[in-house]
């Protein structure tokens, strides 16, 4: 098999460092692992594997940029290179949350600072079940720590800043230290936030991911701009992945991605991580719990002297003497040097206004440390009506203690060291103007804690490492409780908070993750087999994917391969397959629309839809086509013709004076697919209006409502409650067009055992709704007076209608997707729907 | 067999490396009727079809037809073909040749060098539109009922006025910040130094 190292993305930049290549059109990959992430662990796993001869697909979020793109302009930086550019908090808008969205993650933004797992934390963690024996972690800190270069900051390279830190430490005896960082020959800009341009800093950009490309023995391709969707499996085996490519300025998605693949390793990043899974319903009842983060508050000491904190490393030295790198068990904090580029700065000074503009016109006389504590894993991750993560977080009463504690020791060090006066992140005292005001300013802290100003680059937790799979997500090699080739590897597997800057941590778990799949590779992965799916891309074999042009293509080139008797249906030859969740419908040909999202696209497949039936009457061939919202029967007669341009091509044409200016030409790719085109005008030169395609099998999510109604009767049962109880999102059913998500139901059981559901519609409309369950069906009862009725297909998939109440007054009328239905009692409406517990 | 013609060439890509299995048709290029042309047959109808045919190992093609493929019954003025090209992959059209109406003994000869011609994107436009968004990512998460607004309204309004206000790296200087050490556009000038004023080294 061919080797490739490729960069490949949406965005065509010039004069990239590595081999790139913009993707242009769908995109399936069969490879032996597919990285998630590639961050401080996924860029390793990727690394690693590929250059042991692993075939490896690495999917990035972010976009691939250089060091010579970094041009340290924060508004243009932040928006290319921040997850949310940015703006990423917790549910309350408390906290903002700093994660990189780039190739090489958060690597690329952080301050370089590096850290080994503190012995105190490796011990907790090993009597939360993680079993990594001290010698193991060691090697993989010291091959990490080697790898992406680590070294003291010297002291000529500490700046005031740092300086006055390292006094103020010394003066009152703390144990503290310069830092250990990832840069090699520093050029001390000061904008290690905004990417470095010098390329200095050792991110996974210039360490792992570059040799992994630049190799020639590594078979590797790494997709950016690709935001995974779906990770798909079946009885505890992974076996493919599922993205799209979206445009990061509109939010458009341009084209699909699936990567079948013998090992799946999920390194997305704390809180993305979880995300996925929890899209996935996978360890639903454990994802997400356990997040826990380094909230840290700022304060400032105001010097008479310029302290230019801005001319070098921001982040140099640390004060260890509260946290646990001086041994302490219980949470504690460091307190660690770190200055802002100026709009960061003004967006982290707690103040507003006049205040605001006083405080910032003394920018350059600011020494700035923040305490950064080490909290407990109080917080959660669950998901939004539309998929996106939600964060619930509140520091821990024990978080607020050491806050109080820590800011009251940093005050004290500014003070100490000469500070005029001290600017704190309290709302209540933003000013401290003596030493005095330093017991007001804990008192604020204590009575008043949500007015403390907090934020955090550290999120970890959310997919608790540990060997009990009832309360872990993975065992001690990050493999996914339950599952056999499915991985998390990266910040979110910390059962508790570091404690320390994480991203060493990371690194050396990552590492020791690779290590484990590679020494297994021959015993546990590679006789898995490979999965020929295609998710949601483009081919022959799946037309209703395609875009118009592909369609096009495909047509022109396409040739016809099957005897035009392939078109005659038999009607009531219909099946379904439940473990596909496949669909084949010989009844008639279902027709598709291109996936386009332009307006004419989307109107016509919203309201074009149309099935073509073919049968032989009186000894010859014929047809009907029939478009679903209008009472039309167009009578056509097909005949195989050679077309100039097309070769030979299926010509229906109709026979009904109100269509004759109309045809058809179609190719019948196979047994179940056609391609074709409708045009206007005389043939063999009419005008084309469209390209479309048909099929006589198709997946439930473009199920017709006739296709519904037999499954829900044919195929589906009333589900038991514990089956139930989850996550489901939803799709309403319509005969032409598969429609998007547009409901979640959440089932819980309150604390009788009793079922109720929580919906959202159309990420607007939100509720409960009381359940009944029957022996037919579940029925849920919400404020209006339809109701829904739901059947269980298989444990991922649910079909259901939500009913107007019977009438004796006609309801022939109203567009075709909100169904008539005959019933004891009169006539209703019904709006039928899907269910997947997967998104 | 002045009847005949043939359009051929050869397809590259920009390394000069032939391009097999590329789809090429060829065109007559016509004044018709637009979109009415086609209902009075092929009368009339722009764009006459002259032919297919796919690029071989070595980016040929060879596209025959006839007097008849272009010169319509009522196509008096119609004297020799316009002849131009559609190139596609398997994924869509990648190249429109311009016009041939030279032809040497009855053959239109091509050679056609497959480029990448889509502009560069611009990593530092549309920031402002990048942020909005992604932050609509913040709006989704963010729950109503936990957000204290006697905090969070004037947080968000500071924010704002921040985002406008220090945006501008000119900004940084009137505080004392010498602001970037690189242009903004630093792919430009691809021989700038890299000169940090206030850098230490021993």
Same mark, same amino acid.
């Given at each position: 098999?061919?080797?490739?190292?490729?960069?490949?993305?949406?965005?065509?930049?010039?004069?990239?460092?590595?081999?790139?290549?913009?993707?242009?059109?769908?995109?399936?990959?069969?490879?032996?692992?597919?990285?998630?992430?590639?961050?401080?662990?996924?860029?390793?796993?990727?690394?690693?594997?590929?250059?042991?001869?692993?075939?490896?697909?690495?999917?990035?979020?972010?976009?691939?940029?250089?060091?010579?793109?970094?041009?340290?302009?924060?508004?243009?930086?932040?928006?290319?290179?921040?997850?949310?550019?940015?703006?990423?908090?917790?549910?309350?808008?408390?906290?903002?949350?700093?994660?990189?969205?780039?190739?090489?993650?958060?690597?690329?933004?952080?301050?370089?600072?590096?850290?080994?797992?503190?012995?105190?934390?490796?011990?907790?963690?090993?009597?939360?079940?993680? #079993?990594?024996?001290? !010698?193991?972690?060691? %090697?993989?800190?010291?091959?990490?720590?080697?790898?992406?270069?680590?070294?003291?900051?010297?002291?000529?390279?500490?700046?005031?800043?740092?300086?006055?830190?390292?006094?103020?430490?010394?003066?009152?005896?703390?144990?503290?230290?310069?830092?250990?960082?990832?840069?090699?020959?520093?050029?001390?800009?000061?904008?290690?936030?905004?990417?470095?341009?010098?390329?200095?800093?050792?991110?996974?950009?210039?360490?792992?991911?570059?040799?992994?490309?630049?190799?020639?023995?590594?078979?590797?391709?790494?997709?950016?701009?690709?935001?995974?969707?779906?990770?798909?499996?079946?009885?505890?085996?992974?076996?493919?992945?599922?993205?799209?490519?979206?445009?990061?300025?509109?939010?458009?998605?341009?084209?699909?991605?699936?990567?079948?693949?013998?090992?799946?390793?999920? #390194?997305?990043?704390?809180?993305?991580?979880?995300?996925?899974?929890?899209?996935?319903?996978?360890?639903?009842?454990?994802?997400?719990?356990?997040?826990?983060?380094?909230?840290?508050?700022?304060?400032?000491?105001?010097?008479?002297?310029?302290?230019?904190?801005?001319?070098?490393?921001?982040?140099?030295?640390?004060?260890?003497?509260?946290?646990?790198?001086?041994?302490?068990?219980?949470?504690?904090?460091?307190?660690?040097?770190?200055?802002?580029?100026?709009?960061?700065?003004?967006?982290?000074?707690?103040?507003?206004?006049?205040?605001?503009?006083?405080?910032?016109?003394?920018?350059?006389?600011?020494?700035?440390?923040?305490?950064?504590?080490?909290?407990?894993?109080?917080?959660?991750?669950?998901?939004?009506?539309?998929?996106?993560?939600?964060?619930?977080?509140?520091?821990?009463?024990?978080?607020?203690?050491?806050?109080?504690? !820590?800011?009251?020791?940093?005050?004290?060090?500014?003070?100490?060291?000469?500070?005029?006066?001290?600017?704190?992140?309290?709302?209540?005292?933003?000013?401290?103007?003596?030493?005095?005001?330093?017991?007001?300013?804990?008192?604020?802290?204590?009575?008043?804690?949500?007015?403390?100003?907090?934020?955090?680059?550290?999120?970890?937790?959310?997919?608790?490492?540990?060997?009990?799979?009832?309360?872990?997500?993975?065992?001690?090699?990050?493999?996914?409780?339950?599952?056999?080739?499915?991985?998390?590897?990266?910040?979110?597997?910390?059962?508790?908070?570091?404690?320390?800057?994480?991203?060493?941590?990371?690194?050396?778990?990552?590492?020791?993750?690779?290590?484990?799949?590679?020494?297994?590779?021959?015993?546990?992965?590679?006789?898995?087999?490979?999965?020929?799916?295609?998710?949601?891309?483009?081919?022959?074999?799946?037309?209703?994917?395609?875009?118009?042009?592909?369609?096009?293509?495909?047509?022109?080139?396409?040739?016809?391969?099957?005897?035009?008797?392939?078109?005659?249906?038999?009607?009531?030859?219909?099946?379904?397959?439940?473990?596909?969740?496949?669909?084949?419908?010989?009844?008639?040909?279902?027709?598709?629309?291109?996936?386009?999202?332009?307006?004419?696209?989307?109107?016509?497949?919203?309201?074009?839809?149309?099935?073509?039936?073919?049968?032989?009457?009186?000894?010859?061939?014929?047809?009907?086509?029939?478009?679903?919202?209008?009472?039309?029967?167009?009578?056509?007669?097909?005949?195989?013709?050679?077309?100039?341009?097309?070769?030979?091509?299926?010509?229906?044409?109709?026979?009904? %004076?109100?269509?004759?200016?109309?045809?058809?030409?179609?190719?019948?790719?196979?047994?179940?697919?056609?391609?074709?085109?409708?045009?206007?005008?005389?043939?063999?030169?009419?005008?084309?209006?469209?390209?479309?395609?048909?099929?006589?099998?198709?997946?439930?999510?473009?199920?017709?409502?006739?296709?519904?109604?037999?499954?829900?009767?044919?195929?589906?049962?009333?589900?038991?409650?514990?089956?139930?109880?989850?996550?489901?999102?939803?799709?309403?059913?319509?005969?032409?067009?598969?429609?998007?998500?547009?409901?979640?139901?959440?089932?819980?059981?309150?604390?009788?055992?009793?079922?109720?559901?929580?919906?959202?519609?159309?990420?607007?409309?939100?509720?409960?709704?009381?359940?009944?369950?029957?022996?037919?069906?579940?029925?849920?009862?919400?404020?209006?007076?339809?109701?829904?009725?739901?059947?269980?297909?298989?444990?991922?998939?649910?079909?259901?209608?939500?009913?107007?109440?019977?009438?004796?007054?006609?309801?022939?009328?109203?567009?075709?997707?909100?169904?008539?239905?005959?019933?004891?009692?009169?006539?209703?409406?019904?709006?039928?729907?899907?269910?997947?517990?997967?998104? | 067999?002045?009847?005949?013609?043939?359009?051929?060439?050869?397809?590259?890509?920009?390394?000069?490396?032939?391009?097999?299995?590329?789809?090429?048709?060829?065109?007559?290029?016509?004044?018709?009727?637009?979109?009415?042309?086609?209902?009075?047959? &092929?009368?009339?109808?722009?764009?006459?079809?002259?032919? &297919?045919?796919?690029?071989?190992?070595?980016?040929?093609?060879?596209?025959?037809?006839?007097?008849?493929?272009?010169?319509?019954?009522?196509?008096?003025?119609?004297?020799?073909?316009?002849?131009?090209?559609?190139?596609?992959?398997?994924?869509?059209?990648?190249?429109?040749?311009?016009?041939? &109406?030279?032809?040497? &003994?009855?053959?239109?000869?091509?050679?056609?060098?497959?480029?990448?011609?889509?502009?560069?994107?611009?990593?530092?436009?549309?920031?402002?539109?990048?942020?909005?968004?992604?932050?609509?990512?913040?709006?989704?998460?963010?729950?109503?009922?936990?957000?204290?607004?006697?905090?969070?309204?004037?947080?968000?309004?500071?924010?704002?006025?921040?985002?406008?206000?220090?945006?501008?790296?000119?900004?940084?200087?009137?505080?004392?910040?010498?602001?970037?050490?690189?242009?903004?556009?630093?792919?430009?000038?691809?021989?700038?130094?890299?000169?940090?004023?206030?850098?230490?080294?021993?």
């Amino acid at each position: 098999m061919e080797k490739d190292q490729m960069i490949y993305g949406l965005e065509k930049i010039r004069d990239r460092r590595e081999a790139y290549t913009l993707v242009t059109h769908d995109v399936v990959e069969n490879v032996d692992v597919c990285v998630i992430g590639s961050g401080a662990a996924g860029a390793i796993v990727a690394n690693k594997l590929a250059l042991q001869g692993k075939s490896v697909v690495l999917l990035e979020k972010g976009g691939y940029y250089d060091a010579e793109d970094m041009n340290q302009r924060e508004t243009d930086m932040i928006s290319l290179l921040w997850k949310n550019a940015g703006a990423t908090f917790t549910d309350n808008l408390r906290m903002v949350i700093a994660q990189g969205q780039c190739l090489g993650g958060s690597t690329v933004i952080n301050d370089a600072v590096c850290f080994k797992t503190p012995q105190v934390t490796r011990d907790q963690w090993r009597q939360m079940g993680v #079993s990594i024996p001290d !010698g193991k972690w060691d %090697a993989a800190l010291d091959e990490v720590w080697k790898n992406i270069h680590v070294s003291k900051v010297k002291d000529y390279e500490l700046n005031e800043n740092n300086k006055t830190l390292q006094r103020a430490c010394l003066q009152k005896g703390y144990l503290s230290s310069s830092n250990d960082r990832n840069c090699k020959d520093c050029m001390q800009c000061g904008f290690c936030h905004l990417g470095c341009h010098y390329e200095t800093k050792q991110d996974m950009l210039v360490t792992y991911i570059r040799k992994a490309v630049r190799s020639p023995d590594s078979d590797i391709k790494i997709y950016c701009n690709c935001s995974v969707e779906k990770i798909t499996y079946s009885d505890g085996v992974a076996d493919g992945v599922e993205g799209d490519f979206v445009d990061r300025t509109t939010g458009a998605v341009k084209f699909k991605i699936r990567v079948n693949a013998k090992v799946i390793v999920v #390194s997305a990043g704390a809180i993305a991580s979880s995300q996925i899974l929890l899209k996935n319903a996978i360890a639903p009842d454990r994802a997400g719990r356990g997040l826990t983060f380094h909230p840290a508050s700022f304060l400032l000491g105001r010097f008479d002297k310029p302290v230019n904190a801005y001319d070098g490393i921001p982040m140099g030295y640390t004060c260890h003497q509260f946290g646990v790198t001086n041994g302490v068990k219980d949470g504690g904090f460091l307190i660690e040097s770190i200055f802002l580029p100026i709009l960061q700065f003004s967006l982290g000074v707690p103040s507003f206004f006049e205040n605001h503009q006083l405080l910032m016109k003394d920018y350059v006389y600011y020494a700035m440390a923040g305490v950064m504590v080490r909290d407990e894993p109080v917080g959660t991750v669950s998901l939004t009506a539309d998929g996106s993560a939600k964060v619930h977080y509140d520091p821990s009463s024990r978080a607020m203690k050491d806050f109080a504690k !820590g800011l009251r020791v940093l005050a004290e060090m500014w003070f100490d060291a000469g500070a005029r006066h001290v600017i704190g992140g309290h709302r209540d005292l933003f000013v401290l103007e003596s030493r005095s005001d330093i017991d007001r300013m804990v008192k604020a802290v204590e009575e008043n804690p949500d007015g403390l100003a907090i934020a955090s680059a550290h999120p970890q937790g959310g997919n608790r490492m540990g060997d009990d799979p009832s309360t872990c997500v993975v065992d001690s090699n990050c493999r996914v409780h339950g599952f056999s080739n499915l991985f998390v590897t990266d910040a979110s597997v910390f059962p508790t908070a570091v404690g320390v800057n994480p991203q060493v941590t990371v690194m050396a778990l990552a590492t020791l993750t690779a290590d484990y799949i590679n020494d297994s590779w021959k015993s546990q992965f590679a006789k898995l087999p490979l999965s020929s799916a295609e998710g949601e891309t483009c081919s022959l074999g799946q037309p209703m994917y395609c875009h118009s042009s592909r369609l096009e293509t495909m047509f022109n080139r396409q040739e016809n391969s099957m005897p035009i008797e392939t078109l005659v249906n038999k009607p009531g030859d219909w099946s379904f397959d439940k473990k596909q969740l496949m669909i084949r419908n010989n009844n008639h040909w279902k027709g598709f629309f291109t996936v386009d999202q332009d307006l004419t696209t989307m109107a016509v497949k919203y309201f074009g839809g149309f099935w073509k039936q073919f049968f032989i009457k009186d000894g010859k061939l014929a047809g009907i086509t029939h478009p679903y919202d209008a009472p039309v029967f167009a009578d056509n007669i097909p005949d195989m013709t050679s077309h100039p341009r097309y070769g030979d091509v299926v010509y229906l044409k109709y026979t009904g %004076a109100e269509f004759a200016m109309f045809y058809d030409l179609l190719k019948i790719v196979d047994q179940d697919t056609i391609l074709g085109k409708a045009f206007f005008g005389v043939p063999p030169n009419g005008n084309q209006i469209l390209v479309f395609s048909m099929s006589r099998k198709y997946n439930v999510d473009f199920m017709t409502e006739t296709d519904h109604e037999k499954i829900y009767q044919e195929h589906a049962l009333a589900p038991e409650i514990d089956k139930v109880v989850g996550r489901w999102t939803g799709r309403l059913v319509s005969d032409s067009a598969q429609t998007p998500h547009v409901q979640t139901f959440t089932y819980t059981k309150d604390n009788f055992g009793k079922l109720q559901m929580q919906y959202v519609f159309g990420g607007l409309l939100a509720g409960m709704s009381r359940v009944v369950l029957t022996s037919e069906q579940l029925l849920m009862y919400d404020y209006t007076n339809w109701h829904d009725e739901v059947r269980m297909v298989t444990d991922d998939f649910m079909v259901g209608k939500w009913c107007s109440p019977p009438t004796n007054i006609p309801l022939d009328f109203g567009p075709s997707f909100l169904g008539v239905e005959t019933v004891p009692g009169g006539k209703r409406f019904c709006l039928r729907f899907t269910l997947k517990r997967r998104m | 067999m002045a009847d005949t013609y043939i359009a051929e060439g050869r397809i590259l890509d920009e390394k000069r490396k032939p391009i097999k299995n590329l789809y090429v048709e060829a065109f007559d290029d016509d004044v018709g009727l637009g979109p009415f042309s086609s209902v009075f047959g &092929n009368a009339l109808s722009p764009n006459d079809y002259l032919g &297919n045919a796919f690029t071989n190992k070595d980016g040929v093609f060879r596209i025959k037809f006839k007097t008849a493929s272009f010169k319509g019954k009522y196509e008096v003025f119609e004297g020799q073909p316009d002849v131009y090209l559609v190139i596609s992959d398997e994924y869509g059209v990648i190249k429109t040749t311009a016009v041939n &109406n030279r032809p040497k &003994n009855n053959r239109f000869e091509f050679k056609v060098t497959i480029k990448d011609e889509s502009p560069f994107f611009d990593p530092y436009a549309n920031s402002a539109q990048r942020l909005l968004t992604q932050f609509t990512a913040t709006g989704q998460s963010a729950d109503p009922a936990l957000i204290n607004p006697i905090w969070t309204g004037p947080l968000l309004i500071r924010s704002i006025t921040s985002y406008l206000h220090y945006s501008d790296p000119r900004v940084a200087q009137l505080y004392g910040n010498p602001g970037p050490q690189v242009s903004a556009r630093p792919k430009d000038s691809p021989d700038h130094e890299h000169i940090i004023p206030w850098r230490k080294t021993k």
